[in-house]
C-alpha cells in the first residue's frame, strides 16, 4: 500500500516532466518551409517541395477548378494537372508578378476556362446543346485590342492595390477577385466564419476603391479646370 501511495505522489511530477519533455521536442522541430523556400528547393528537383506545396494548396486549387468546371472528376483531373505542370516548369512562376498562392490561383482558373471552352467547342462542332456552352465566359471583349490593353492595366492597378492589404483582408480579395469564389466558398476554405469573411471583404474593397481612386488619371477636363 505505501508503495502504491509513493508512486501516485510521483505521478504529477512524472507528468510535469513528460509535458516538459514534449513541449521541448515541438520547439526543435523546425518551423514550415515557406512557398519562396519550397519552390527554391522545387526548381532543384525536390520531389519533397511538390509534395509539400500540394499539401498546402490542393484544396484550394481543387475549389477554383470546381466553381469553373462544375464537374468534380473534371476539378481533380485539373488539380493534378496544375501541380503536375508546376513539377515538370517550376520557374514559369514569376515572383515579380505577385504572390505564389495568386499565381497558383490565377493559372488554375485560366486553365479551367481553357479545359471549359474546349468542351464547349467540341460540343458545338457536334451540333450538341448543353448548359456548358452558356457557361464558356464570352471572349468578345477580348477581340478588341484597346480593350485588352484597359483590361491588363486594371488588373495591374488592381494588383497593385491588392499587395497593399492586410494579410487577411489580402486573402480573401484573392480568392474573391483572382479565384471567382463566393464569401461561402472562401469561409469553407479558410476555415473563417462567414461573418468574418463579410467583413473583411467589406473593409478590403473599400480600401481597393480608395486606392483605385488615387491611381485613377484625372480626366482631361478635371485637369484642364485644375490648372490656374
Known amino acids: 500500500m505505501a508503495e502504491a501511495q509513493s508512486r501516485v505522489a510521483q505521478l504529477p511530477a512524472s507528468l510535469a516532466a513528460a509535458r516538459a519533455e514534449r513541449q521541448a521536442a515541438e520547439s526543435r522541430q523546425p518551423a514550415p518551409a515557406t512557398d519562396d523556400q519550397l519552390l527554391r528547393r522545387l526548381r532543384s528537383g525536390q520531389i519533397e517541395a511538390l509534395e509539400q ?26 488539380t493534378q494537372e ?21 499565381w497558383l490561383m490565377s493559372v488554375t482558373r485560366n486553365r479551367a476556362i481553357d479545359e471549359q471552352r474546349r468542351r464547349a467547342r467540341r460540343l458545338r462542332e457536334e451540333g450538341g446543346d448543353s448548359e456548358v456552352v452558356q457557361a464558356v465566359p464570352s471572349t468578345d ?20 492595390a491588392v499587395e497593399q492589404l492586410p494579410p487577411t483582408q489580402r486573402r480573401v480579395i484573392e480568392l474573391a477577385y483572382f479565384a471567382g469564389m463566393t464569401q461561402a466558398e472562401i469561409a469553407e476554405a479558410t476555415s473563417t466564419p462567414i461573418g468574418t469573411v463579410k467583413t473583411r471583404v ?7 476603391r480608395e486606392a483605385l481612386q488615387q491611381a485613377r488619371p484625372q480626366p482631361l477636363s478635371e485637369v484642364s479646370r485644375s490648372r490656374p
Open 53 to 78: 506545396l500540394y499539401d498546402r494548396y490542393s484544396t484550394l486549387v481543387y475549389s477554383v477548378a470546381l466553381r469553373v468546371l462544375h464537374d468534380q472528376g473534371l476539378a481533380e483531373d485539373m
Open 82 to 102: 496544375v501541380f503536375l505542370r508546376l513539377w515538370r516548369r517550376p520557374r514559369m512562376y514569376d515572383p515579380s508578378r505577385g504572390r505564389f498562392v495568386s
Open 141 to 160: 471583349r477580348l477581340d478588341d485590342p484597346s480593350a485588352v490593353a484597359a483590361l491588363s492595366d486594371e488588373r495591374a492597378a488592381v494588383r497593385a
Open 202 to 208: 467589406r473593409l478590403a474593397m473599400r480600401k481597393l
